[in-house]
């Protein structure tokens, strides 16, 4: 077989170069071949021809650097003027093929002779060669950007590791619009699924400029029937040319297209834990989406990412909850505590108070309340409701407790007395007075004065009262010796004290004074779940007493006890059950209510028997008051002085006088 050159010049001498015709070497060469002299091209091959899309002879003429790409010639002349008188150049340069398409070359090049002039290579000659790798330039930039694109996820993935909730929301917002700016698409959303199968809920979404967002908020599937329900059903929905992509049957999806103008549109779904959680979706509008579809599993990942965030987030919430309901019930358990362990202290420091009404709890709880402070308290109630027991009990519940409580009953002291016994007096004070003596309110110095019957203190004496009360000081009866004292008042009363200040029989700035923490007693009537309890407490206290056991209170005795008004109230009650302990003579208990004990019985009772039990009566009905309005004097009609006398005489006496 002949070689091209024998085939050119058969009578030349095969395989010897220096016969060879170069010429036609260049033209035959598979590269590009040109040869410069001051910068116009003077010889190129035919390949050359094809590089530049021209034909070789009409570019002979041509300065080289015409068909440079504009944005690489600087760097072109530049590369030549460093290159050395011998020295092969080598570059990647772009040209500008006739048909307006740029080809990468790749160019070696050696200077031929270096001109006229040493400093100025105007005239100086070069050889080149050039070969097309716009192919291979091409495949480097795909892999350059899909290195970019995977370097973007890796930051955007990084950017959630460890990232404090309440930043998800941003850092979600912040990627999609990286992912916008990478990608060129025009907008891009991120839709959750939830429960609602008539709604979606587009939570993050992010539009280059002159594209709008989509609105953040629920989103009615019926908008988009078909896209939504495409890619909520674990499609992945790749619409190229819209609308033309689309199903016949998308019409409302046409109609959105149209009006808003998009080109293109991408709708990845997203899994979580093998759950449908939502959707990442991609808008074009100003060029058709030219995406490799291996993108989308990418996306897919990254949409992953958001999902798992929210996912998180989410949890977190729920954990949150779940803390706070926690700390909720451990404070309500700790007040549940506080209140058990207070009502055990009320337990164990009155045991006395029986009863477990709303009405005794809602009291005690008062007292409770009450007790820690030195504020005066001002119990209300009816007679017999255990006024002085809740005294007492206030008494022990506070800092005072280590002195006994002094008790006045003021209803029990002729007013001529009274003042002496709550002020003291000097010696020779008034006639009688033979000695000195201090009052209750120095004895009762650093405790708790207890003022029954508070209603029936003279107008009188009630300035003096109250100004103990607001500063503890006083004089004796008979000196003008001004003594201090710290004393906490509790004070009671049966009646209506605001009434008798409108009548001015009470100082007002007395009474609120001391109804500073008013304390209304319920009357027994109020609190009938509590009478079984009580009759049991009394049967109790009194068969130890009397040496009686009793086993048995029958059902009809205890429904007549709890059906009973009980006007003297628990002192009445006591009372009942003292009587029909006394009578009883087996284990079982008969207790008449005092109406039906009177029934039939009163014939049989002498004069003096039915004046005694009435005269009881209306005693226990007043709280044992003789004196004053309402007291039982008034009520029985004679003179306090009278019912004195008889009392003594039909040797009634206050059961638990002091
Ligand atoms: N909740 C109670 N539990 C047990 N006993 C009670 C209770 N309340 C009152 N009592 C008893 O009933 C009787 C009358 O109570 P107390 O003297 O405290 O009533 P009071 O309202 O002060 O009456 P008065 O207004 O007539 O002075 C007392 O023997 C007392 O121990």
Same mark, same amino acid.
């Given at each position: 077989m002949k070689s091209a050159f024998s085939l050119v010049s058969g009578d030349r001498q095969e395989g010897d170069p220096s016969d060879w015709d170069f010429r036609l070497l260049f033209d035959r060469s598979p590269v590009g071949v040109y040869v410069v002299r001051t910068g116009r091209i003077c010889y190129a091959n035919p390949v050359m021809g094809q590089l530049l899309d021209r034909d070789p002879e009409s570019i002979a003429g041509e300065p080289l650097l015409s068909f440079v790409h504009r944005d690489d010639r600087s760097e072109v002349e530049t590369l030549r003027r460093q290159a050395g008188d011998t020295d092969p150049s080598r570059y990647l340069t772009r040209l500008v093929r006739a048909d307006g398409q740029p080809a990468t070359v790749e160019v070696m090049e050696s200077p031929l002779d270096v001109g006229s002039d040493e400093n100025n290579r105007e005239d100086a000659a070069w050889v080149g060669v050039m070969v097309d790798v716009t192919a291979h330039r091409q495949a480097d930039l795909k892999i350059q950007d899909r290195l970019n694109f995977e370097q973007l996820l890796a930051n955007l993935s990084a950017g959630f590791v460890n990232l404090p909730c309440d930043q998800i929301d941003s850092q979600i917002d912040a990627s999609l619009q990286s992912l916008v700016e990478f990608l060129g698409n025009d907008r891009s959303t991120f839709i959750e699924f939830g429960d609602d199968a008539d709604h979606v809920m587009v939570s993050h979404s992010y539009a280059a400029a002159g594209c709008q967002p989509f609105p953040i908020g629920p989103f009615a599937v019926a908008r988009l029937p078909w896209y939504i329900n495409e890619f909520r059903s674990g499609k992945t929905v790749f619409l190229r040319s819209l609308p033309q992509d689309l199903p016949e049957s998308a019409v409302k999806e046409r109609a959105h297209c149209l009006e808003e103008g998009i080109q293109s549109n991408v709708a990845i779904p997203i899994k979580v834990g093998g759950q449908r959680l939502g959707g990442l979706t991609f808008a074009f509008i100003h060029k058709p989406c030219d995406w490799p579809r291996e993108i989308l599993s990418r996306l897919g990942l990254i949409g992953e990412v958001f999902a798992n965030a929210l996912v998180r987030r989410? +949890?977190?919430?729920?954990?949150?909850?779940?803390?706070?309901? +926690?700390?909720?019930?451990?404070?309500?358990?700790?007040?549940? +505590?506080?209140?058990?362990?207070? @009502?055990?202290?009320?337990?164990? %420091?009155?045991?006395?108070?029986?009863? %477990?009404?709303?009405?005794?709890?809602?009291?005690?709880?008062?007292?409770?309340?009450?007790?820690?402070?030195?504020?005066?308290?001002?119990?209300?109630?009816?007679?017999?409701?255990?006024?002085?027991?809740?005294? @007492?009990?206030?008494?022990?519940?506070?800092?005072?407790?280590?002195?006994?409580?002094?008790?006045?009953n003021c209803a029990s002291l002729p007013a001529t007395l009274i003042e002496s016994e709550l002020f003291g007096r000097a010696a020779g004070a008034y006639t009688g007075a033979a000695s000195a003596a201090i009052g209750r309110f120095e004895l009762a110095d650093g405790s708790t004065l207890f003022l029954d019957e508070i209603g029936e203190i003279p107008l009188e004496l009630q300035a003096k009262l109250l100004r103990v009360l607001q500063d503890g000081r006083f004089e004796r009866l008979g000196t003008a010796k001004t003594i201090s004292v710290d004393v906490r008042i509790i004070a009671a009363t049966n009646r209506d004290l605001e009434a008798a200040t409108r009548k001015n029989l009470f100082r007002s700035d007395l009474y609120y004074r001391l109804s500073v923490f008013p304390i209304h007693v319920p009357p027994l009537r109020d609190r009938r779940d509590d009478i079984p309890s009580l009759t049991w407490a009394f049967v109790e206290a009194f068969g130890r007493r009397m040496g009686k056991s009793i086993k048995t209170i029958p059902r009809r005795t205890m429904k007549q006890l709890q059906d009973h008004d009980w006007p003297g109230n628990i002192r009445e009650l006591s009372n009942a059950i003292e009587r029909a302990m006394i009578l009883a003579d087996s284990d079982t208990l008969h207790i008449e209510t005092p109406t039906t004990a009177r029934e039939g019985a009163d014939e049989q009772k002498t004069l003096k028997e039915v004046e005694r039990e009435q005269i009881l009566r209306v005693l226990e009905k007043t709280g044992w008051r003789i004196r004053g309005g309402g007291g039982a004097a008034e009520r029985l009609d004679i003179k306090p002085t009278t019912l004195e006398a008889r009392m003594a005489k039909l040797g009634i006496r206050r059961p638990n006088q002091r």
């Open positions: 989410r +949890n977190e919430q729920l954990l949150q909850e779940a803390l706070s309901e +926690n700390v909720r019930l451990r404070r309500q358990l700790e007040q549940e +505590n506080l209140y058990l362990r207070q @009502q055990a202290v009320v337990t164990q %420091h009155h045991g006395r108070i029986i009863g %477990h009404s709303d009405a005794i709890t809602r009291v005690l709880a008062d007292v409770e309340r009450v007790a820690t402070t030195d504020a005066p308290v001002l119990l209300t109630g009816e007679t017999g409701t255990g006024k002085e027991l809740l005294a @007492q009990t206030i008494h022990e519940l506070s800092a005072r407790k280590d002195r006994p409580m002094t008790v006045v």
